[in-house]
């Protein structure tokens, strides 16, 4: 167990629709990153966020956003869904601005499948 | 793009046997990571080695660095059939604050 959970475990969602999907750091910690795992390769980064602030962004369009709120739980949401965001997205929480520098603590990720 | 490129993609051995894995990087590093996969679950982090380290032991598990060569390996020795899972190696970006992933070595141990 790593402390970090994620909601909803999966999803089902149309094309077109919107998602947000959600994530609960360790206690303490101030970074927050999200990545997309498409079936079969490596995470992919999204963004990071420290302190409440976007603290980098992976090559990822604007209709994913997300936000970090001040009891370490975060959102990431995907608008006007396509067939390719099809993934398991994750969540991983560490401590300091360069959070990848450390461990990274993940959750058990949110499968979503777009149809 | 990936940085770290995992060398195999898949291995499959013998309970007992030793398992070895290899990561290439392209660029200078901080540190270097090493995660494992359950069946499309959550990561779990296992090791991290810093760049002034050669290597680092952790229970069964060995890891070393080469920044010469830019690569690391992986070495789980006496492996077990729950050591079944995928491993990926990660870098931290310099600048971007991400942690870049290789695609992954799958193990299967063979009870």
């Known amino acids: 167990e790593t402390g970090v959970t994620q909601s909803p475990t999966h999803l089902i969602k149309t094309r077109g629709q919107q998602v947000t999907l959600r994530c609960s750091s360790q206690s303490g910690h101030n970074t927050v990153s999200w990545y997309q795992q498409a079936l079969g390769q490596g995470p992919q980064f999204i963004f990071q966020y420290y302190r409440e602030e976007e603290n980098g962004r992976g090559n990822f369009p604007p209709r994913f956003s997300g936000l970090q709120f001040p009891n370490y739980s975060s959102e990431l949401n995907v608008n006007a869904l396509e067939l390719d965001d099809s993934a398991l997205y994750l969540c991983?929480?560490?401590?300091?601005?360069?959070?990848?520098?450390?461990?990274?603590?993940f959750g058990p990720g949110t499968r979503l499948t777009v149809l | 793009s990936q940085q770290g490129e995992e060398d195999p993609q898949a291995l499959s051995i013998q309970e007992g046997e030793n398992a070895t894995m290899n990561c290439s990087y392209k660029t200078s590093i901080n540190n270097l990571q090493w995660y494992r996969q359950n069946s499309g679950r959550g990561l779990v982090h296992l090791i991290l080695?810093?760049?002034?380290?050669r290597e680092k032991h952790s229970g069964r598990l060995r890891v070393t660095l080469d920044t010469s060569k830019k690569s690391s390996s992986l070495l789980i020795t006496a492996s077990r059939a729950a050591d079944t899972a995928s491993y990926f190696c990660?870098?931290?970006?310099?600048?971007?604050?991400?942690?870049?992933f290789g695609q992954g070595t799958t193990l299967q141990v063979k009870p």
């Open positions: 990660a870098t931290p970006s310099s600048n971007t604050g991400k942690l870049i």
């Open positions: 991983a929480s560490s401590l300091g601005e360069r959070g990848s520098y450390n461990e990274q603590f």
């Open positions: 080695i810093r760049s002034n380290e």
